[in-house]
């Protein structure tokens, strides 16, 4: 993979809309980036842990884990730790970004999220992860 000082990240897309993750990681993918879709928590966690992405955009509203629980997982392992998480959900009230901020999440957009909003994300993401010059 290629390191983050060329504009692109490594982005896992955890959302249990198959269609939706697959649309977006194609828009990620146009936008330039390495981009690796899971359906579900386990299986986020588990994809985190092998590909090390460098931003885990992560849908709240799960069946089974939800993305608040995958959010602790992946703060708790040395692995991804480090990984900037980003809540995409439908859920915008304060109340809900007091809650992803308690769980981990770096950064809370609200559905259905602007791909102006979100490449301008990743563009500061991606400035902030690239080696001084």
């Not at 849908?59 to 959010?71: F, K, Q, S």
């Not at 992946?74 to 769980?103: C, I, N, Y």
């Amino acid at each position: 993979m290629t390191s983050a000082g060329d504009g692109m990240l490594r982005v896992l897309v955890v959302d249990d809309n198959h269609d939706a993750a697959d649309t977006l990681a194609m828009l990620l993918e146009m936008m330039g980036h390495d981009v690796k879709t899971a359906n579900d928590g386990l299986e986020a966690i588990k994809v985190a842990k092998s590909e090390l992405p460098q931003v885990v955009l992560l849908d709240i509203g799960m069946p089974g884990m939800n993305g608040y629980d995958v959010a602790r997982k992946l703060r708790e392992q040395p692995e991804t730790r480090g990984v900037v998480l980003v809540a995409m959900t439908g859920w915008g009230q304060d109340e809900d970004r007091a809650r992803s901020k308690e769980a981990g999440f770096d950064h809370h957009l609200v559905k259905p999220v602007e791909p102006s909003v979100l490449s301008t994300l990743l563009a500061q993401l991606a400035a902030s992860a690239a080696p001084p010059s």
